[in-house]
């Protein structure tokens, strides 16, 4: 069985071609789907929308029905996983049954990714026709939990990004499975990590139309902030995340999961590209950290807009902090050195072990290179006296661009 790769979308529409190009020459998997959103949605899509690209409907119906001709399919990101309770007032569920009917049967989306438990019966009741995936974001991390989202009648399962080296659940996770299972390839949270949830709550709202204030447009992402300094005080966290290599991505396969997702709704083209292009060639030479949405800004100025209701110095303000997150110097994570190391976790208790086990950072001794150790010890400083200043209640923490970008 071949597998499908679920490539995140930007709306550059040469992205379409360049991935039906890379589908002709893919070792046993091809990008299969595309995922994406419109900037701002009653849902939300757990991307702030000033940092995507805007398109308008007509121009997105004509790309999806351009993935159509090439042989590609379109998921709809609605994976927002709080509506701030308003799903239950009668003129909010109308807004969004005209949503979903837009999105359905107007930009000829195939599936709609969703998170809330509500959204996915009230879809499914209403368009039984297209596919409903659960998103990454429900954290579906059990066998009973994996029962539930399949009685509620979704048609795919994408599971928590966490599990993705726990094999004795995932093997559970097939024999207990009705549906396709979906695995996210190239997050790079760290593990169990503490702002995830109230992360994805964060973004989940800065795309709702009706959250368009100064206040929900994220110009400070604490949470990008605290993981950075994290990753970066202890590059083994970079090692233990959850990512998946393209070169072992048939150990999943071996299992019986054959869905694969990644990349990031905010990245060019080219960077997308490039991704597709490792994983249906099942081989990546060089720095693993091009691939990973590993804790940095990622975004260019050719997507960021700025939102309504943001005066021009606060924009410029939004944008020098998520430019501070940048590390102030090159790190790479050489992949040829993480040939094989997977094999450890195939009976590895992470959850159990992983506070008396020094595997990563072994791994990451060998692995991860810091080129300008002085210079990244600057970078952190500053990165600290920022979160120091909105533990204190600044609000918004004052700083400057990084020296260097993440390469």
Request: charged fraction near 25%; charge should be neutral; proline fraction near 4%.
């Amino acid at each position: 069985m071949s597998s499908s790769y679920s490539l995140a979308f930007n709306w550059d529409e040469g992205l379409i071609d360049d991935c039906a190009r890379l589908n002709k020459t893919g070792r046993g998997i091809q990008v299969g789907e595309f995922f994406g959103s419109l900037r701002f949605s009653p849902v939300g899509s757990g991307r702030p929308g000033m940092y995507l690209a805007g398109v308008d409907f007509e121009q997105a119906a004509r790309q999806v029905a351009l993935m159509h001709a090439r042989g590609i399919r379109f998921a709809y990101i609605a994976n927002a996983p709080c509506l701030g309770n308003r799903e239950f007032k009668n003129d909010y569920a109308a807004r969004l049954l005209a949503f979903f009917d837009q999105i359905v049967n107007g930009l000829g989306a195939d599936t709609v990714v969703l998170t809330v438990p509500y959204l996915i019966e009230m879809v499914k009741r209403n368009f039984p026709r297209v596919g409903v995936k659960a998103s990454v974001i429900a954290h579906i991390n059990s066998i009973p939990l994996l029962m539930h989202f399949q009685e509620l009648g979704v048609d795919m399962i994408v599971l928590d990004y966490m599990q993705n080296r726990n094999f004795p659940f995932l093997r559970e996770a097939v024999k207990a499975a009705r549906v396709p299972l979906e695995l996210h390839t190239n997050d790079c949270c760290l593990y169990g990590c503490p702002y995830r949830q109230y992360h994805y709550n964060i973004n989940g709202h800065a795309d709702q139309e009706d959250y368009l204030s100064r206040a929900n447009s994220i110009q400070v992402d604490y949470c990008l902030l605290k993981c950075g300094l994290y990753f970066y005080r202890h590059p083994e966290e970079l090692i233990k995340s959850r990512w998946i290599r393209p070169e072992d991505v048939e150990v999943y396969e071996r299992i019986g999961i054959n869905h694969f997702k990644g990349g990031n709704r905010q990245w060019e083209r080219e960077r997308l590209r490039r991704l597709a292009g490792a994983y249906l060639a099942r081989r990546w030479d060089g720095n693993l950290l091009e691939l990973l949405a590993v804790a940095r800004t990622e975004v260019g100025e050719t997507n960021a807009k700025k939102p309504p209701g943001m005066s021009g110095r606060e924009w410029e303000q939004a944008l020098d902090f998520r430019a501070g997150l940048r590390p102030g110097v090159p790190v790479e994570l050489d992949n040829r050195a993480l040939d094989g190391f997977l094999e450890h976790f195939f009976t590895q208790d992470c959850q159990l072990a992983c506070g008396r086990c020094r595997y990563c950072a072994s791994v990451a001794e060998r692995a991860v290179r810091i080129n300008e150790p002085d210079a990244l010890e600057q970078w952190l400083s500053l990165q600290e006296s920022r979160a120091a200043e909105l533990a204190a209640g600044a609000g918004q923490a004052q700083g400057g661009t990084g020296k260097c970008i993440l390469r």
